[in-house]
């Protein structure tokens, strides 16, 4: 089958490059799928899971992307839960080989039923992203009705759904980003905006919940915006400070079947919009990593054509 495979750890983005690799092995409780559409988060090519199994050991090369989108074609011993031909998408294990390929295996657990009505592209640039927002404001964050949470990155995928799954909780939402951004988050139904280069962050304090994205200065000058006995969420890296009184979380993003039919409802009744996506074929999806080439919108690989699908 083809795929994208990363030979070198130390090469980047450069050392992406299509192949033909060996079909996915279906180890108990797993699930092949065939791809349609696929997604990747950009930095995953310095994740060490990345590059290494859960015992330790090299496994390169590797193929990146965690997020699928597509339709059962085998199923491991003892699979239950699904069958094949089935309409899936989800999110798969860290460290095994991902979803830019044509096939991946997956466990079943990791996996939930795709609606017809919801496309393939829409689809994998869920599961990550939504399951991010979702278990950050609501799991961790305890995210309530008339609470304040600033959404830093409120334009980018985790930020685009956090921002509606805010207000959806009644919470005051401010979402931070570059100028061009405002807009686009205010029309999410963000309250306010700050412009991370030009207003005075620290005029938005206190607020209930910081959700970051970002990392580095901004996380840590965001402690200090949390009232006492808030909390500081964090995805980009451990908190260095606290905020006074209160809970300061770093949390990897875990899969939930339950929480992927959650987001899907509210895609099709219309409570949540998908952040925009770029759609481009297998082979050009190095680029789409590369951020001096990475397309506008949450980049995802179309895998199976329109063409395909009907075969």
Not at 155 to 162: E, H, L, M, R, T
Not at 172 to 179: D, H, S, W, Y
Request: hydrophobic share 45%; aromatic share 4%; charged share 20%.
């Amino acid at each position: 089958m083809r795929a994208i495979v990363a030979r070198d750890r130390t090469a980047g983005v450069e050392g992406l490059t299509p192949a033909d690799v060996p079909y996915p092995h279906a180890a108990e409780n797993d699930v092949i799928v065939r791809v349609h559409a696929a997604s990747f988060t950009p930095g995953e090519l310095d994740w060490p899971a990345t590059w290494v199994d859960r015992a330790g050991r090299d496994r390169a090369p590797t193929i990146p992307g965690h997020e699928v989108s597509g339709e059962v074609a085998e199923l491991g011993y003892g699979t239950t839960g699904v069958t094949v031909g089935q309409r899936v998408f989800g999110v798969t294990d860290w460290a095994r080989n991902g979803t830019l390929a044509e096939y991946v295996a997956v466990e079943a657990r990791n996996l939930a039923p795709l609606a017809a009505d919801i496309d393939h592209t829409v689809a994998a640039a869920l599961p990550i992203s939504g399951l991010t927002a979702w278990q950050g404001l609501l799991d961790h964050g305890q995210l309530t009705a008339g609470q304040t949470v600033l959404v830093h990155g409120a334009a980018g995928a985790v930020g685009w759904i956090a921002v509606q799954l805010a207000r959806e909780v009644g919470a005051r939402v401010i979402g931070t980003g570059r100028a061009s951004h405002r807009e686009t988050v205010l029309q999410l139904g963000a309250d306010a905006f700050v412009d991370l280069q030009q207003d005075q962050l620290e005029d938005v304090a206190p607020v209930d919940m910081v959700f970051d994205v970002i990392g580095g200065q901004i996380l840590d000058r965001s402690a200090r915006l949390v009232r006492p006995g808030g909390t500081l969420v964090t995805i980009a890296e451990p908190p260095r400070e606290a905020p006074d009184g209160g809970r300061a979380i770093f949390f990897v993003v875990e899969p939930d079947r339950e929480g992927l039919l959650r987001l899907q409802q509210r895609v099709r009744d219309g409570r949540l919009r998908p952040p925009p996506v770029t759609v481009c074929p297998l082979d050009q999806a190095p680029a789409a990593f590369d951020p001096a080439r990475r397309p506008a919108g949450k980049p995802v690989i179309g895998v199976v054509s329109e063409l395909e699908k009907g075969r």
